[in-house]
């Protein structure tokens, strides 16, 4: 269908958004190992990215190199470091949406198929803004996907992770298949287990008031950020239907000045070409409102969760410790399979401990790591719209002056 | 094709006859009891667009000078349908300013002061249940002579004015004056607020219909012939109104829908008029073309009132949420910011409320005017039609009757020959007023679209910019609070 190039069409994103679109997290860039995906392709049903690298690492076999990964290869990646007991530590930088151009592309199609029904004029219009609503949406799930890398890039354990590595590197297709409809009940019945199971495990009071305390926020906060997400789509979406509205009427004002014999028809097309301009610019409100606070919100929604997730691990370490004691407790009583007691109630000690160290500094890295993303979304919002109002004003009084000036 | 040629030379003989009459009245104070429009037109003593000689331009120089019988007829008595009206003395030079609540002084333009204002105010509730109704009160402040006050209270409810609009519309709109429509009937509206809803909706419903009933005066008494009609006068002044009972079922637009369809049969008759006047059929295009248009925006200018409504009330639903988060958040800085976050999108919320009230009674309000107005205009271009049927009825009928006669002739029958004479005379009297009625007709449309379309511009020129002001307030607001909230967002550390 679309063949896009990341740079093509009217940069509907704000100029900020140059270089590491990490949009949503303030991320350090490192010159030990860069990435970002410097293009991506839409094709029918699926989005190629280009993923590119530059690092100095010695792993690697050349210092600068890129290859073209498809969504589930990523979600390969993700699912590998969740599925690796080795990072039980760690908040696992939750995984890039699915690519979701369907509602844009029935958009495209009925107005292909409504094409007869409007005039020329209004028909352009129309494709123009769809396509530039296409656009957006695929620079945003570009945007997401690397975050995501750059999240792990980032993180001073998971950049060295071997599959990351072949993820980056290995430049034939990975032959990551989506999951087949069993695998995928599969993972259906294992979350409403770790669910019912994270319940018991959080039901258990923690000894820590550090992790203690972070349980009580995170829950809250988690549920939180899913309203306030939910509620600015939701504002956002009436904004983008006033201005659509407006559009409408910039036309018929349009036709208005044209066809109306008096004096009136300057006004209406002077009017007219105000409401224009005023609409691109309420469209553009909408869209950075869009990137600065709904975006955010989603991000952080993931990340709570994955937040979450960690603590519940911990909490299942914590639990297994606690019944490996018991157990230990139990076998020397007995005084029966005591040094296997001893040695399984070692391992989940030795387990829980290093969860609960690293998990200690990825919480407070996490709280870090929000501060700064609000910050610089809260002021770049701010700023935005600053902007804009100051803009609309200006054409606004522009339009006034010509008209008042006129009569 | 002798037709257009009779009412070509027809209206230009006559029409130099009586513009010539024209101003020999208008330099007199006329005497006449008759309410043709050019002793009281408003502009008659500014520029006025549809000059005489406009008119003159446009009727063809073509004369077939056909029979005799056509001697000039002066028009300038009450087309026998009117109801013969008091007498009114008013001077021509009546100042007359005008000056509705949305308009400032227009000093550029030469016009008359129109000295009256009319507000519809205090809406209260009378009875109880299905049979209650709403009362409102109509304030006149005026001085002008033709009131008996220099300021009038009276009560009046909704078929009150349905009743105005419906002995107006069956007097004069077949004149050619375009008479303003009442607002429209709503039983659902009216339903809610008979059963006692307190809320918001039947709250918006009155004032809506308030509002509308007080622009729906002030159009009417713009009109200057309607100004001084007695059905008027009475229903700004007296205390007691007799009920308009008709109007149970009929609201303006309903009348208008029904003079309509009686014209559209006429338009199925008559095959084609034979338009001897391009201005005519220019303007019905143009009107037909406004309609579409006007129709059409004011659906997006709806669509526009309730997506902004809905942006308030999503608006004021994220700011709870951005509370909530705030105070949730623990880093006491960012908590702040989000609760400040959402003071900010609260206040925004009111904005968008308060814009999406001026989007409504600013333009989606007069817009439904216009589009109503609009109806009327057509409704009189129907009615020069039906005119015109008739005159050529008549003078199908005449012709019947002259062959008749001259049959008779031949046959030699004394007794019946002298009723058909009689006959002919008679039809020769309808076709001259037939004729006479079409040319008044067609006069007082031009100056009545004139009117209109002055009266347009300055409406929609006005409520436009009075709108941007509003588009420009609601960014100097924004502006305001991002102005605010910027350095605390700068504060979080």
Sequence with gaps: ?407 | ETSKYRSLAGFSSVLFVVLSLVKVFLSQSPEAACLSAEDISPSSNGPRDDDPDDLFAEATEEVSLDSPERQPILSDGPSPAITPVTPVMISPRVDVFDRSPDQDEDEEENRDTFDIQISVSDPEKVGDGMNAYMVYKVTTKTSLSIFSRDEVCVKRRFSDFLGLYSKLASKYMHMGYIVPPAPEKSIVGMTKVKVGKEDLSSVEFVEKRRSALERYLLRTVKHPALLKDPDVLQFLESSELPRAVSTQALSGAGILRMVNKAADAVNKMTIKMNESDAWFEEKQQQFENLDVQLRKLHASVESLVCHRKELSVNTASFAKSAAMLGNSEDHTALSRALSQLAEVEEKIDQLHQDQSYADFYLISELLGDYVRLITAVKGVFDQRMKAWAKWQDAQVMLQRKREAEAKLQYANKPDKLQQATDEIREWEGKVQQGERDFEQISKNIRREVGRFEKDRVKDFRVVIIKYLESLVHTQQQLIKYWEAFLPEAKAIA
Excluded at chain 1, 239 to 262: C, E, F, M, P
Excluded at chain 1, 321 to 350: F, G, I, M, P, S
């Design chain 1, 1 to 407: 269908m679309m063949q896009e190039g990341l740079d093509d069409g009217p940069d509907f994103l704000s100029e900020e958004d140059r270089g590491p679109r990490a949009v949503n997290v303030d991320l350090q860039t490192d010159a030990t190992l860069q990435v970002d995906i410097s293009d991506a392709l839409s094709e029918r049903d699926k989005v190629k990215f280009t993923v590119h690298t530059k690092s100095t690492l010695p792993n690697f076999k050349q210092n600068e190199f890129s290859v073209v990964r498809q969504h589930e290869e990523f979600i390969w990646l993700h699912d590998s470091f969740v599925e690796n007991e080795e990072y039980a530590g760690y908040i696992i930088p939750p995984a890039p949406p699915r690519p979701d151009f369907d509602a844009s592309r029935e958009k495209l199609q009925k107005l292909g198929e409504g094409e007869g029904s409007m005039t020329k004029e209004e028909f352009t219009k129309m494709k123009q803004e769809l396509e530039a609503e296409y656009l957006a949406i695929f620079k945003k799930t570009v945007a997401m996907h690397e975050v995501f890398l750059c999240r792990v890039a980032a993180h001073p354990v998971l950049r060295k992770d071997l599959n990351f590595h072949v993820f980056l590197e290995y430049n034939q297709d990975l032959s990551v298949r989506g999951k087949n409809k069993k695998e995928r009940l599969e993972d259906f019945f294992k979350n409403v287990v770790k669910s019912a199971d994270g319940v018991l495990v959080a039901g258990v009071k923690d000894v820590d008031d550090f992790f203690e305390h972070e349980k009580t926020f995170l829950l809250e906060y988690h549920n939180r950020v899913k309203e306030a997400s939910a509620k600015s789509d939701r504002k956002i979406r009436s904004h983008k239907n006033a201005a659509d509205d407006i559009n409408r009427i910039a036309s018929t004002l349009y036709t208005l000045g044209t066809q109306d014999s008096t004096d009136l028809c300057k006004f209406f097309l002077k009017v007219s070409e105000l409401f224009e301009k005023t609409r691109k610019i309420e469209a553009r409100v909408a869209a950075d409102e869009d990137l600065k606070l709904a975006d955010l919100l989603k991000y952080y929604l993931r990340e709570s969760q994955a937040a979450k997730d960690l603590l519940y691990r911990r909490g299942r370490a914590l639990v297994d410790y606690e019944n490996a004691n018991k157990a230990l407790d139990k076998a020397r009583a007995k005084n029966k399979d005591v040094l296997q007691a001893e040695t399984t109630q070692q391992v989940c000690c030795q387990k829980f401990e290093k969860i609960s160290e690293s998990a200690k500094q990825e919480l407070i890295d996490f709280k870090t790591r929000r501060v700064a993303a609000f910050r610089k979304n809260l002021v770049e919002l701010a700023e935005l719209e600053l902007k804009h109002a100051k803009g609309n004003l200006q054409l606004l009084q522009s339009c006034l002056g010509v008209l008042k000036g006129d009569t």
